[in-house]
């Protein structure tokens, strides 16, 4: 069994992935009362990568971020941190999470978390085939000795 902390880990993974997918289900998020504690604002963060993926750190370049922090009325704070400057978005995946973690997660999951993951892998597997159209396998002929 997944811990409380994984589970919430992959839906904000599926949430700041989302994008203008979470515009379809603003109805649903925005129906209960919430109050915003940080509205959508939009920023800059550095982006850091390591040579090879293991060696010297460095700078890469900085990012534009939009977050947002919400509370429901019963009291449960949802967080959102997505890449770009959507703030309509940023404010529906904070609404998304404080819903998760509430009594009706399970209701949650089911409406909006599931159909993103079934867009998402739908869409990753579309791009794996379009690259795999475009692989190229190079071999090497040995020649014999003379």
């Known amino acids: 069994m997944q811990s409380n902390i994984q589970l919430r880990q992959k ?5 700041a992935r989302a ?3 979470l515009h379809h289900y603003s109805k649903i998020l925005e129906q209960s009362n ?3 504690i940080r509205a959508p604002e939009t920023g800059m963060v550095m ?3 390591r040579m090879g993926g293991t060696g010297q750190a460095f700078n890469a370049g ?17 967080y959102s941190y997505l890449a770009g ?4 978005a940023a404010l529906l995946a904070a609404l998304a999470d404080a819903h998760l973690q509430g ?3 399970n209701y949650w999951h089911s409406q909006v978390i599931q159909p993103l993951q079934v867009q998402q ?3 990753r597997a579309q791009r794996e085939e379009e690259i795999a159209a475009s692989r190229v396998n190079f071999f090497t002929m040995v020649r014999g000795d003379d």
């Not at 900085?62 to 949802?78: F, H, K």
């Not at 400057?85 to 309509?88: A, F, N, P, S, T």
């Open 11 to 15: 839906w904000m993974q599926v949430l």
């Open 19 to 21: 994008g203008q997918d």
């Open 34 to 36: 919430y109050q915003c």
């Open 47 to 49: 982006v850091r990568a």
């Open 62 to 78: 900085e990012m534009t971020v939009t977050r947002c922090v919400v509370r429901l009325d019963d009291g449960q704070l949802g």
């Open 85 to 88: 400057r959507d703030k309509k």
């Open 103 to 105: 009594a009706q997660s």
């Open 121 to 123: 892998a739908q869409l």
